[in-house]
């Protein structure tokens, strides 16, 4: 018998709620509220390793709204950026922006989107995602033209870039889970909410 148990996203993320919409899921959206800059800087403060703090960071949103919502199946999301062991956050500025393009060019970098679900006070599922993304050498120029033409919509996005919206130029390689890039590994959400019954095929 399938469940009806409302879902709650814990995010405001445009994209998140576009991907789990477009999946045909019913769910309502809320913001977390959770100081993850601060939260970040504390648990790096005390060697916490970047694919482990990421986990930390989505169980930390999902548990901050499932407070409020105990009835519900709540979804937490977070990603983080990872360059050279070094964690990269979203920038504040054009000119922090440039900086962190220089940067990842002519790198690799990693992002990794770790997803946990709770009910009440129980954590019923966790996965993280990851994806390795080969930067081009991209010139001074071509990265100042970029900022400046797309600041306004990449500002929210760690990296600052998004290739769903056909930036996938700024790349010679992309190895792993496209939808971990987007912020949320979608078909292992999926996969799990099928397993309870919570959506509709």
Partial sequence: M?????????????????????????FETVASRY??????????????EVPELVVILAKEKARKVSGKRP????????????????????AGS???????????????????????????TREVWRHIGKATLFMRDLSDEFLECYIERYWDSVRE???????????TQLFEKIEGDY?????LPLKNVLSYLDVRGLITK
Avoid at 35 to 48: F, I, P, S, Y
Wanted: proline residues 2%; glycine residues 8%; aromatic residues 2%.
């Fill in 71 to 90: 009835e519900a199946l709540v979804i937490g999301c977070d990603q983080v950026l990872e360059i050279d062991g070094v964690m990269l956050s979203k």
């Fill in 157 to 167: 996005t760690v990296g600052n870039y998004k290739i769903e919206n056909g930036q």
């Fill in 35 to 48: 100081d993850e800059e601060r939260a970040k800087a504390a648990l790096q403060r005390n060697g916490v």
């Fill in 94 to 120: 054009k000119e922090d922006a440039l900086d962190q393009m220089k940067r990842l060019r002519g790198n690799n970098h990693r992002l990794y989107s770790a997803v946990v679900m709770m009910e009440g």
């Fill in 2 to 26: 399938p469940e009806t148990i409302p879902i709650v996203l814990a995010s405001t993320s445009t994209i998140r709620k576009q991907l789990l919409q477009e999946a045909g899921v019913d």
């Fill in 179 to 183: 939808y971990s890039i987007l912020g």
